[in-house]
């Protein structure tokens, strides 16, 4: 059974740092397609960014560009968010999610994606 765990996240002041990290049991990452999503209190999931099978192709939601990098470490089988910048507006519950990929295509729909974690909060305070 392909699981995904998240770690990371807590309380930071604006302007501050988090890394996230989540990691991939039960298959190797290399079949997957990774993605971070978030869900702001009162306030619809989005996503955030996400990461091909080769790790060669991402993307972002326009509000974290420049300021959220999306890697990976396939001998982790982990997938990481680096948070810098952060504004209040960055409060939220973070999720990890894989998608099993057959290409080197980046899904951004959290329909596209199977196996989610159980999330991590994330709170800015100003």
């Known amino acids: 059974q392909v699981q995904v765990v998240e770690s990371g996240g807590g309380l930071v002041q604006a302007g501050g740092s988090v890394r996230l990290s989540c990691t991939l049991s039960?298959?190797?990452?290399?079949?997957?397609?990774m993605g971070w999503f978030r869900q702001p209190p009162g306030k619809e999931r989005e996503v955030v960014a996400a990461i091909s099978r080769s790790g060669m192709k991402l993307d972002y939601a326009d509000s974290v560009k420049g300021r959220f990098t999306i890697s990976r470490d396939s001998a982790k089988n982990t997938v990481y968010l680096q948070m810098n910048a952060l504004k209040p507006e960055d409060t939220a519950v973070y999720y990890c999610?894989?998608?099993?990929?057959?290409?080197?295509?980046?899904?951004?729909?959290?329909?596209?994606?199977?196996?989610w974690g159980q999330g991590a909060r994330v709170t800015v305070s100003s």
């Open positions: 999610a894989a998608a099993l990929r057959s290409n080197d295509y980046v899904p951004l729909i959290d329909a596209e994606y199977s196996t």
């Open positions: 039960g298959r190797t990452i290399y079949f997957y397609a």
